[in-house]
């Protein structure tokens, strides 16, 4: 079956630019998507098609994917943007997911 | 405004069944694929089950002939039958809406299903 790698976790200085990776096998043949989700919240989707942004999502989101590898770029780091953050993609009619990035911002 | 609202969780002892219940509203239900997704506490997502607008359903390989979604256009509903239920099975699940093959770009407020005697 399908998997997708993340980092289990990544830190950043407020201000910073944060990238978080997703790796699975040829991914760059895929549209990859990111979710941001809070501690009690459900997830939220704030990249789609690898680097589009749903209205709402601020400017500092972004995406990109290429080759085995899919990126989340959060530039400019808040202290609002600490979050679990998932990507996603499919493989054939099968939904799947990364295990997830606990970003820290410290 | 899109709305997902799940209904259902509770405990269920090993073996047992649940069905699970999504109301959606603030769009066209019928012309949306529809999915179910669930996190085990302090765990990552998975995925559970999809139906498409054709009605014809997905399921990954822990769920398949255990699980069956389906869904009630009339009544802007989506469901999950869980059969067969097991420890493992205890998580939150998410009623999520997919769009055009992108993403999943509205889900509920999620739902607890705890397996357990």
């Known amino acids: 079956s399908y998997e997708l790698t993340q980092p289990p976790s990544v830190s950043v200085s407020p201000g910073q630019t944060a990238s978080i990776t997703c790796s699975g096998d040829?991914?760059?043949?895929?549209?990859a998507c990111w979710f941001q989700q809070k501690p009690g919240q459900s997830p939220v989707l704030v990249i789609y098609?690898?680097?589009k942004r749903p209205s709402g999502i601020p400017e500092r989101f972004s995406g990109s994917n290429s080759g085995n590898t899919a990126t989340l770029t959060i530039s400019g780091t808040q202290t609002m943007d600490e979050a679990d953050y998932y990507c996603?993609?499919?493989?054939?009619?099968?939904?799947?997911f990364g295990g997830g990035t606990k970003l820290t911002v410290l | 405004e899109v709305q997902l609202v799940e209904s259902g969780g509770g405990l269920v002892q090993p073996g047992g069944s649940l069905r699970l219940s999504c109301a959606a509203s603030?769009?066209?239900?019928?012309?949306?694929?529809m999915h179910w997704v669930r996190q085990v506490t302090g765990k990552g997502l998975e995925w559970v089950s999809a139906?498409?607008?054709?009605?014809?359903?997905y399921y990954p390989g822990s769920v398949k002939g255990r699980f069956t979604i389906s869904r009630e256009n009339a009544k802007n509903s989506l469901y999950l039958q869980m059969n067969s239920l097991r420890a493992g099975d205890t998580a939150v699940y998410y009623c999520?809406?997919?769009?055009?093959?992108?993403?999943?770009?509205?889900w509920g407020q999620g739902t607890l299903v705890t397996v357990s005697s």
């Open positions: 999520t809406r997919e769009f055009g093959g992108y993403g999943f770009d509205h």
């Open positions: 603030g769009f066209t239900f019928s012309t949306y694929d």
């Open positions: 139906i498409d607008t054709a009605g014809d359903p």
């Open positions: 040829k991914l760059g043949d895929k549209y």
């Open positions: 098609q690898d680097s």
């Open positions: 996603q993609a499919w493989d054939s009619r099968s939904v799947v």
